[in-house]
């Protein structure tokens, strides 16, 4: 974050800036850097628009016998020169600008959505839409900080250039060659704005398919243990089809562009050919200069193609710009990255709960109402009752992680939702009902940002129930896993997940029936080695199985609104 503060994007972004606001101050910022590489592509530009009055000069030298040819090669060598070194510039300049923008778009993308509310993460912002934002359109968006400034620039001032050697040459044969250019910006512009509204629909059609095809792979399972895979297959085949459509579209829309620029200098190149294939034979033109004047034609066919490019540029990545602008404004959750008090040092009592009442927005009855209780330093603690009634919402109020809440919620003498969450996820770990891996190794699973050595890292997997398991492996600690953990049983992602949470040596630990899917007596073992090994630890365990708590010193029991402790 620090790294970033500096960053002008950054700053624009946690503002609340616009989009052509953001660009602006980066461009301000970096100032130098985009004059320097403007000033190569210009130069770039110079040494092509060059090349034809040095053709100009070679025929008719040749035709009057003047021609110093030592002379004019060195200059056409020079000129070469120059003009590979104005692209190396602008490459290292503008074109770096593109990479190194992308990368500052990506870590802020990150540094914010970490600090989403829940409530957003878990409605309007899928991971899809993340994911296609993160990916999709910050790698679109980036082209406006390099490339397309580069495409924009060489066109201007290729068409300046030319257009003034042009006329050097022939007043009035440019002004018909060029008779039909005006038209076309009007044209681009109508189509240039169909195509961004196009990319917007597109760009949230894949959104919805990553969505999808994400829950799709994360129910795998499922899906065969149900059968549904039929019904998976023809959801993603619709929205994948939808997306082809949509995407068809904006190629439809870009490729209405070429057609339109190809025009216009074929047109010109014909104006050319007759009239002044007239002028060389009346004597008004040279050969040399009607060459040269064909040359800057083509010349000028290049940018005229491009602009319809340039254009589609500008508007699709402004569009993705937007939509990752959207996301760096979106409302952090209070507390999340700045704010709230450090956690207090250990006392007695480590929780302390009256009259707890929590409602889930939209419903009337309370998942939680009435309950109080008190939870010492090192103790042991069951959680039982019903499905629905509120155990794991209650881990979610202890853990700091649900703040909506009525009532007093003192985690060592002082209310949870005063403390900072950094903080609290120092001290308190929760392993929750459904687990969650990396697709990476076990051993970066466990250690995750830790420095962690191979004795430390079997010492909790044995803790875990699940050392055994890990060495039948054949690459052992650095066995891969796949997403989510697809590569492991139920009982093993629930044992692995554990001795993630006690590697990170938690005061407090939140186990959400985290051993339902573990065999008795894997259990029993379990069990022993975290009431030997968690001594100084205290300990909230939901279950629905009695035998899971049998270790606990006692048990709150939820009933509905109704609690007892």
Known sequence: MSSLRNDIVLEGALNGARPAKIWLRHIRRFGWIYAFGALSVIGTNI?????????????????????????????????????AVCRVLWRVTLGRQTHEVSAKMRSLLWNRVRFLPKERLETDLSPGEIMNVAAGDAQTARFIFGFTLVGTIDFIFLIIFNLFFMLTIDVELTMWALVVVPVLPVIMDRLARKESRQHDEAQSSLSNLTDLAT????SVRLQRLTRTSAFWIGRLTESARDYRNKRFEVQKTALSFIPVTGVAPLLSLAVLIVLGSRKVLAGEMTIGAFVAMQSYVLLIQGPLIELGTIISEWQRSFTSFRRVA???????APLL????????????????????????????????????????????????????????????????????YEGRVDLRGREIREYAHAHLRSVIKVVPQKTFLFADTIRANLSLDREMSDEEIWHYLDIAGISEDARGFPKGLDTPLGEWGLNLSGGQKQRLTIARALAAKPEVLLLDDCLSAVDTVTEERILRNLDRELKHCTLLWVAHRDSTL?????????????ATA
């Open 47 to 83: 040494t092509e628009s060059v090349v034809p009055k040095i053709v100009q000069h070679a025929i008719d030298g040749v035709s009057k016998g003047d021609l110093d040819v030592a002379r004019l090669v060195a200059f056409f060598a020079l000129v070469l020169v120059v003009q």
């Open 215 to 218: 829950q799709a792979v994360g």
């Open 326 to 332: 959207d996301l760096w404004h979106a409302a952090e």
């Open 550 to 562: 049998r270790y606990c010193h006692r048990l709150i029991r939820l009933e509905g609104v109704e």
């Open 337 to 404: 990255r700045t704010g709230g008090e450090a956690t207090a040092k250990a006392t007695d009592p480590v929780y302390e709960v009256r009259d707890l009442r929590f409602a889930y927005p939209g419903r009337e009855r309370p998942v939680i109402e009435g309950l109080s209780f008190r939870i010492e330093s090192g103790e042991r603690v069951g959680i039982m009752g019903p499905i629905g009634a509120g155990k794991s919402t209650l881990l979610q109020i202890l853990a700091g992680l649900e703040r909506g």
